[in-house]
């Protein structure tokens, strides 16, 4: 995309946000740091510009995130606005619409949707799309978008922006933690942020039921016989025997993927409905947006995800073939 292309799809996400008063903000469901901190960077800045936002996802957001100005103000769908429907949507690091999830019910028929938005296998589903599939992150979508707005970000803001470029950097250790992601995290620490706490925060803080959920997903560690793609898998009995939600899990797949040799690493996880979630992660020689996107699903060159048929043991052996084959 050409920085004029970029700049104009800024421009109209701004006046698509003009012509609105009321607006209801979506993230993808189950919701990492990035798609919570745009999720709150969106209703800052639409309060900023005397707007009216309600915040929601399918899923309560991770409890780490509370930390985040607004994060209160995230309703779940259970119970919430469920007679009301809206006709001004801005759906924010969602790779494709069925991602919003069951918050779609309350979009009013004929709404008008801001998608924002950095997957490559992002469709432009919007009305109006920004979609920057080389931005690390979707906050650092918003941070140009409220720049190009004219308003002034403050510490609650900046927070939310520095935590999302974290995350979805993996502490700016992936490839896409590139100068502009840097020139951004400067400035937000510049600002006041706290780096080294969220970074603590955010990356080295383990609760005990994820450390009970590591020992047993480690004890199922499997490996092809190159050693080049490394698996593991959640049981759907094992998060009640520990005690653990959604949020628990992030983090587990690196433990297959961070093997000396291994490209891939998948963590595979059933679930209650019989089928099996699939995180991929790549060191960097397979494309595993492509192979999730054979799937259904869809991600990043680096990082992805799909949902396969169950038994966990049968759909292992799609995927890690899959894999196999790219590898090749």
């Known amino acids: 995309m050409t920085a004029a292309a970029y700049l104009q799809q800024l421009d109209d996400a701004l006046a698509f946000i003009r012509k609105h008063n009321r607006f209801f903000v979506v993230s993808h469901v189950q919701p990492d740091g990035d798609a919570i901190s745009s999720t709150l960077a969106v209703g800052w800045l639409l309060g900023q510009l005397g707007k009216e936002a309600v915040l929601m996802n399918e899923n309560v957001p ?7 100005w607004g994060y209160d103000g995230i309703k779940v769908l259970e119970g919430s606005h469920a007679d009301e ?3 001004a949507v801005i759906s924010v690091d969602c790779a494709d619409f ?3 999830g069951k918050v779609a019910a309350l979009f009013a028929e004929g709404a008008a949707l801001l998608n924002i938005d950095h997957h490559p296998t992002n469709d432009g589903f919007g009305t109006v799309n920004i979609v920057k599939p080389d931005a690390a992150a979707t906050v650092q ?5 409220i720049r190009q707005s004219g308003v002034t970000i403050n510490l609650d803001c900046a927070t939310c922006i520095y935590t999302g470029l974290l995350t979805d950097t993996g502490g700016f250790r992936y490839s896409n933690t590139s100068p502009q992601v840097m020139e951004i995290a400067s400035v937000m620490l510049g600002i006041g942020v706290s780096g080294h706490w969220i970074a603590d925060h955010m990356l080295e803080k383990m609760s ?3 450390l009970k959920l590591l020992r047993l997903s480690l004890n199922r560690l499997e490996f092809t016989e190159d050693g080049q793609i490394g698996w593991l898998y959640i ?6 025997q520990t005690n653990a939600s959604a949020e628990d899990l992030e983090g587990l797949v690196n433990y297959a993927l961070n093997v000396e040799g291994v490209e891939a690493g998948i963590l595979f996880k059933e679930t209650e409905d019989g089928s099996v979630k699939a995180s991929l992660r790549s060191a960097g020689r397979v494309d595993v947006s492509a192979i999730a996107q054979s799937f259904g699903g869809g991600g990043h060159v680096r990082a992805a995800g799909c949902r396969l048929q169950g038994p966990v043991t049968q759909a292992a052996a799609q995927l890690v073939e899959a894999v196999r084959k790219a590898l090749i």
Do not use: V
């Open 98 to 100: 069925s991602r919003i």
């Open 235 to 240: 049981g759907k009995d094992d998060m009640k």
């Open 62 to 68: 991770p409890s780490r995130l509370s930390y985040l």
């Open 85 to 87: 429907r809206f006709d």
């Open 208 to 210: 005990m039921a994820k």
């Open 141 to 145: 979508i918003l941070y140009d978008l």
